[in-house]
């Protein structure tokens, strides 16, 4: 490091413009910190953009940062109405691309750059002398390839998991051949828009999806609807658990009739015979021709699928490639930060009751740095954007030096509805078996089908509730949402 370096000066590293980066810049800037920010993708919040048709189930309320709403207000923006279900479409148009023109973020704003390390400058991770006040070191790419060095006093890594998604194979592993069909192009990318923008490219085509939560269960009925208009079209679902009925949820008994009802239409759609589903099939391999043939082990032995398309609907992990030279310090099962984590693995919390929490929780041996965000959740489902908006303000002020304010974290969700539901499995909808009974209500041992996330509001409480106390006891969630992953990162329910 230069000998005349003040770390101080030196900008805050936010990595992503998602709804967490970008609202990291505005904690930052309002604190009178220097936000640096890299997007990987061409546009602000391009995961985002990638989800654009699928509408979000917390209202608009819970979706602005708070910073973010004082940096916009004297622009003229208009705030959306606090009770609309934004899709991810409006959210990033009336939102998140407001917020990044903004002035402030748009000059500290690197699109197309992607962080492909982050270290500290002149120390790998095993030195340790003069560490916590040498610069951090960001080594970033550019649309055209090239490499640049990029120095900050601190980094907030908020670049989510979206490109990350679990592997199709058993185990958490890749099954064989999987890379080949991925790049292939026979595996698509996560919850594409099979009626709108991606159409083309399933009209006509035999699809088969994998998984066993709500993105399986909105891409089937998306892929059912196309069916109804494109001939030809033709699908299969594919599922490692023995029985699909805890993605049907409750059928006409469902306390929340909007998801009874897309239950009861799934599941129509199955007995009709419009979606042929493959139970109990474990994915051993891929053979990539022109079309895909998807190898599983199952029961009755092995079975072969032919297939044009596959689409993964297994839930996400954090890549935490990029941080091979960062202290890390995260829990074993859910690589969340450490402390974090027991409070939200989604095998012994299925309602994710999860205390506010801020820097400090957010922590790791390694000082200033701090992942947040869809991230921050590891590979637990049940993160909200609201939550992600008080670990950023609470690590502004922690850089900033105002401990009192970081240390003060609060975070008031209703107790019902901002995160809500799955398709099944939840305790407010009567189960069709017993084993998504229990598995919902937070019995360590069984493993929910439909989905990991049974809730996880509200985040409000104090303490963390007991594991099997709060999902059974909470008031009915309002709305139908969709939680991003299964726990542990397994693709659908029991390993066999
Ligand atoms: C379909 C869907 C529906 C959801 N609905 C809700 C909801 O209703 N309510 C709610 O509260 N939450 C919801 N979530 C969960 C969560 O709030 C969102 O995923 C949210 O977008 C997370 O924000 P983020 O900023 O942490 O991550 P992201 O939105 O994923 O943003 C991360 C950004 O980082 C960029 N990036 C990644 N790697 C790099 C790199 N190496 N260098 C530079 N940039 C990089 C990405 O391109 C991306 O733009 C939903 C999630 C999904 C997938």
Redesign the pocket.
Known sequence: MPENTDISELPVAV???????LAAAAELLERGLTPII????ATP????AS?GH?R???PWQ?DVDAAARRLLVPTGWQEPDAETLPT?AELHEQYLSPLAAVPAIADALHTS???LAVSREGLDKTRTGGRENTPFLLRVQDAEGAVTDYRARAVID??????TPNPLGQAGLRAVGETDAFEAGLITGP?PDVVGRDRARFAGKHVLVVGAGHSAANTLLALGELAEQEPGTRISWAIRSASANGVYGGGDLDGLPARGALGSRLRTLVSDGRIELHTSFTITGFKTSDTLAVIGNTPDGEKQLDVDLLVPATGFRPDLD?LREIRLDLDPAVEAPRELGPLIDPEFHSCGTVAPHGAKMLSHPEKDFYIV???SYGRAPT????T?YEQVRSIAAALAGDQQAADDVQLVLPETGV?STDLGGSCDAPADGAAEAVACCGVPEAEPEASSSCCGAPEAAPEPAPAASSCCSAPEPQFL??P?GLEHGRSAARES
């Open positions: 990595i992503g413009a998602g709804p967490v980066g890299f997007e990987a993708g919040a391009s995961a985002v989800w699928i979000l189930f917390s819970y991810g750059t992607r962080v908020a670049s989510g998991t979206w490109h919850l990029l965000g869809m991230k993160f909200l954007m609201a992600g995160c949402g969709i991003t």
